[in-house]
């Protein structure tokens, strides 16, 4: 498809897609610490708890790089 292959677009779809999502999400955390009045400690917590998985997802693509498995 215009001249990329499959492997190229998976690559560009798995680290500017999920990278935007991942923006997106942390958006959405932070409009619902400001709406729900969660202050300086319930804005932390929403943060660390809710995003734990996304530096989880980014720590796997960063070691797997590391490796030498991608």
Known sequence: MFGF???Q???FGMTFGIGAFMLYMLF???DL???SK???LG???LF???AFGMIGFVAKSIIARILGLQ
Request: proline share 0%; net charge neutral; hydrophobic share 50%.
């Open 48 to 50: 660390f708890v809710l």
């Open 43 to 45: 804005t932390f917590v």
């Open 28 to 30: 959405i955390i932070f």
């Open 38 to 40: 969660a202050g300086k």
């Open 33 to 35: 610490a400001r709406k």
């Open 9 to 11: 677009i998976t690559e």
């Open 5 to 7: 292959s499959e492997e």
